[in-house]
């Protein structure tokens, strides 16, 4: 069954500190993997792609990982700020070639507060 | 601001009630994606249209939805006889046709409350 978990459900963290969030997957044959930004309220905005051949990809204080063999991806995020209070949602595509349908599988979601 | 709006923004409707949600996606888009998201859940797929075509529906939709993309521009999402299980926020998006690699662009929803 294609599934996408996310952890932990939900993190505090001082502003100014790091973090990471962690998402495991069973989607296959993968297509590609995203990191969404939500905010409370508001429809997800995309902070990154990968695709099987990348394991690293940066968007400003974002970085993703990638581990296609234990089918990980990481979201680390640098000097955290008051606005990237959100949730974090990892969505993963599998490959329609293969698949003939439509596949991306959302995961639940991390929610991050960054208290100042 | 992605491009894609949603109409209208918030939505509360007593149960039995019929409520019609549209979405506008980016002009140069073909895809256009419903989805339905509870609190402190991820988006649920729910149905996708190629152009006017609906070329897939979720298990989740039951007979009770409908949703239509006349001319390939626009959609419209309509719930009947809505039940209060149907509160959630209900998101479009809208993406180029090569699915899988292009972004969908999400709008920013129409939260519905039945009471």
């Known amino acids: ?116 | 601001d992605t491009g894609v709006s949603q109409d209208p923004r918030h939505k509360i409707t007593k149960r039995g009630q019929n409520v019609t949600f549209r979405c506008d996606p980016i002009s140069e888009h073909n895809r256009l994606y419903w989805y339905r998201q509870t609190l402190g859940q991820g988006p649920e797929f729910l149905t996708y249209f190629q152009n006017e075509a609906q070329l897939e529906k979720s298990r989740l939709l039951s007979d009770r939805f409908s949703a239509e993309r006349p001319k390939g521009s626009f959609s419209t999402l309509e719930i009947q006889r809505t039940e209060q299980g149907d509160s959630a926020m209900y998101l479009c998006a809208s993406s180029l046709s090569d699915f899988g690699y292009n972004e969908q662009f999400f709008g920013p929803g129409t939260r519905l409350t039945v009471l």
């Open chain 1, 1 to 116: 069954k294609n599934q996408v978990e996310q952890s932990p459900q939900s993190l505090i963290i001082l502003e100014g500190k790091n973090c990471t969030l962690q998402c495991n997957y069973t989607v296959s044959p993968f297509s590609n993997l995203r990191w969404y930004k939500q905010d409370t309220g508001r429809g997800p905005v995309s902070l990154t792609i990968m695709t099987f051949s990348e394991n690293t990809k940066s968007n400003g204080r974002y970085t993703a990982t990638l581990d296609a063999d234990t089918k990980q991806s990481s979201l680390h995020i640098t000097a955290s700020q008051l606005s990237d209070s959100a949730s974090y949602i990892c969505v993963v595509s599998a490959d329609p070639s293969t698949s003939g349908t439509y596949k991306y599988i959302f995961g639940t979601g991390t929610r991050l507060k960054v208290l100042a």
